[in-house]
């Protein structure tokens, strides 16, 4: 897939992949494999060779049906798969960004729960909406100035830092 710019620079191709999407048994294989880490938005992003799943394909196709190390049919199934849809690819990126909104909400809500109120101040959502979060038994919703109530998980990852904020001050 490499291909030059009209000055004739290179151009390289980069796949990205959710972290939420990998298997744990696929991810242990990852670990160390690594030619980067992006640490730019404060969390680790690894990028790897484009063809790791290729190599790791490999590796367990050549090991014996008994060696602790021999991945499980499920993870290999993911490995097989990943190698044939992305083996074009001369990069891989894993996106961090759904773990680090779940651990946001998880935060949000927890700070929520911890203050003891029934409702938060509102804030003004990304579609100029106003919302705020409202205790539902042990559980948080987010209600609309029209009453509509809805779950955390549809903020956005600004949205969730906003009212993150609001609850630590």
């Known amino acids: 897939m490499e291909g030059k710019t009209k000055l004739g620079f290179s151009v390289i191709q980069i796949v990205e992949i959710p972290f939420s999407y990998l298997r744990k048994g696929v991810l242990k294989e990852m670990s160390g494999r690594e030619l980067y880490t992006d640490t730019d938005e404060g969390f680790s992003e690894k ?3 484009g063809e790791i799943f290729e190599v790791i394909a490999c590796e367990q196709e050549e090991m014996s049906e008994d060696s602790p190390l021999k991945m499980s049919a499920e993870d290999l199934k993911q490995v097989d798969e990943l190698a044939g849809e992305l083996g074009e690819f001369e990069l891989v990126r894993v996106n961090m960004d759904s773990v680090v909104k779940e651990s946001s909400l998880d935060k949000m809500k927890e700070l929520f729960l911890n203050s003891g109120d029934d409702e938060s ?9 106003q919302a705020k979060l409202v205790r539902e038994g042990k559980d ?3 209600e609309n100035k ?3 109530r809805f779950p955390i998980s549809e903020l956005s990852n600004e949205e969730v830092k906003i009212f993150i904020y609001l609850l630590e001050h």
């Open 47 to 49: 990028i790897y060779n």
């Open 121 to 129: 101040e509102e804030v003004e959502l990304d579609n100029l909406d």
């Open 140 to 142: 948080v919703e987010v």
């Open 146 to 148: 029209y009453g509509t």
